[in-house]
Nanobody, 127 residues
């Protein structure tokens, strides 16, 4: 059983920064592809960022490019999302996701390509 636990959410003013972390347990973390998604009230879940299991290829939504950075530490079984220059439209619940043991092509932007999810952490950006 794989478990994902997010932390680091909170309230921040526009222009500020937050760092989200996702701790994993259960299986060999280094073999996961990891992603972050978010869902704002009344909106569909959307892709934010992802990183392959080697960490050599990050992916970002256009809306966060240049402001957010995803990274992973396979020794600590964690993936982080550094969020800078936050905007009110970044307000959402942020979810960590992992892909493990799925055969076939990997689309990092598609939530259906991940089979484990955390419980979410809330990020609120005030204007």
């Amino acid at each position: 059983q794989v478990q994902l636990v997010e932390s680091g959410g909170g309230l921040v003013q526009a222009g500020g920064s937050l760092r989200l972390s996702c701790a994993t347990s259960g299986r060999t973390f280094s073999t996961y592809a990891m992603g972050w998604f978010r869902q704002a009230p009344g909106k569909e879940r959307e892709f934010v960022a992802a990183v392959t299991w080697r960490g050599s290829r990050p992916y970002y939504a256009d809306s966060v490019k240049g402001r957010f950075t995803i990274s992973r530490d396979n020794a600590k079984n964690t993936v982080t999302l550094q969020m800078n220059a936050l905007k009110p439209e970044d307000t959402a619940d942020y979810y960590c996701a992992a892909r493990l043991g799925i055969v076939g092509a990997y689309d990092p932007f598609n939530g259906s390509d991940y089979n484990y999810w955390g419980q979410g952490t809330q990020v609120t950006v005030s204007s």
